[in-house]
């Protein structure tokens, strides 16, 4: 392990006011998205979209580092060029999503493992070869009646710290990701208790695991009530209890946080983190900004819809939202971008 190449990678990967853009979804979850919009659910599909991603012009201005599937970062371009080649000549680092999906928790119900770990120093080194500098490992959390439970939250933690330390050792950027679902009926506060405990678990775990905390990205969710909670939060008040729910739990020396925009729109994603930057982007001692995957890529797949006609306003619906969330990265985001 080294050290100091895994710190530039994140200060790489953090770099401005970038962040990254999630295009990593498993075979199932792009099929659904694809699905839901009538678009076919074929392997030739999901190429012409992640091609469509990223050979879009100038998107590397705003987007630092892309997670791929591992589908994608093997799969070459209807000119028979690789996909990551495309990527990484618009200067943006190429990652990879390496846990294997959240499963059901045997004795649990309601409650999901991630997996992953076996075999996972091989794939690492793999993917390495093939030009990958970051990965991705996603723990899922739901809040419900009488979960989560400390069980989920302490094996979902423990995998994630063993899943980071094999990272560091392959040279490889861990992004951690703890993510507490937005579904069900709970309050703010309900979110943010879950939340921090959630992360003081993670970060204990990391630190067992002895992972290098300034060679790693945090990707938490927002705080916000659930989805059927009656009484939605205003922007600020999702800003002021996510910060300080971070500032709480989150070691200072911890490379960077990048969102998750969990099922969030589009602009109320990029409100979100522009408010966290405007009323308090002086105290944060972390780099903060966004991975979204359906808050960037929403949008331009509706436009798109399967066909190659569409595919110039895809790419600029995609360019929009990636130079909106770079806009709230620095706290000048405003709704009028959403007009222009
Ligand atoms: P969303 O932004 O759609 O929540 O996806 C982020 C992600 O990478 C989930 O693992």
Redesign the pocket.
């Known amino acids: 392990m080294n050290n100091a190449e895994l710190i530039k990678i994140t200060a790489a990967m953090m770099a401005g006011s970038k962040g990254l853009l999630?295009m990593?979804e498993s075979n199932g979850t792009c099929n659904k998205r694809f699905a839901a919009l009538g678009i076919p659910q074929t392997e030739v599909a999901r190429r012409d979209w992640r091609e469509l991603i990223a050979t879009t012009p100038g998107l590397g201005k705003y987007i630092s580092g892309a997670?791929l599937y591992d589908e994608t970062i093997h799969q070459k371009r209807k000119d028979g060029t690789l996909i990551i080649s495309a990527i990484i000549n618009d200067d943006i680092i190429p990652g990879i999503k390496v846990d294997t999906g959240a499963k059901a928790m045997a004795g649990f119900p309601g409650e999901k493992i991630t997996e992953g770990l076996d075999g996972l120093r091989e794939r690492l080194a793999h993917y390495y070869k093939v030009g990958a500098r970051f990965a991705?490992w996603?723990a899922v959390i739901a809040i419900g009646n009488g979960i989560p439970s400390i069980a989920c939250i302490d094996a979902n933690a423990n995998a994630l710290a063993r899943y980071a330390a094999l990272c560091q050792e392959a040279g490889i950027v861990p992004i951690v990701?703890p993510?507490v679902l937005m579904e069900g009926n709970h309050c703010l506060k309900l979110c943010f208790d879950v939340t921090e405990k959630v992360l003081k678990i993670v970060f204990n775990q990391l630190y067992q695991q002895r992972v290098m905390l300034e060679g790693m990205i945090l990707?938490p969710n927002m705080i916000i009530p659930g989805l059927q909670y009656a009484e939605q939060a205003t922007v600020d008040e999702v800003a002021d209890a996510t910060v300080q729910c971070l500032l709480q739990s989150v070691p200072a020396a911890v490379g960077g946080i990048a969102f998750?925009?969990?099922?969030q729109s589009g602009e109320m994603a990029s409100a979100h983190l522009n408010a966290m930057h405007v009323l308090h982007g002086a105290k944060l001692p972390w780099p903060l900004t966004f991975?979204?995957?359906?808050?960037i890529q929403q949008p331009a797949m509706s436009i798109w819809g399967g066909d190659e006609n569409n595919k110039h306003a895809a790419q600029q619906a995609l360019y929009h939202r990636a130079k909106c969330d770079d806009a709230a990265r620095r706290g000048e985001y405003d709704a009028a971008m959403e007009e222009a």
């Open positions: 999630a990593d997670i991705k996603r990701e993510e990707k998750l925009s969990g099922g991975s979204f995957a359906r808050a």
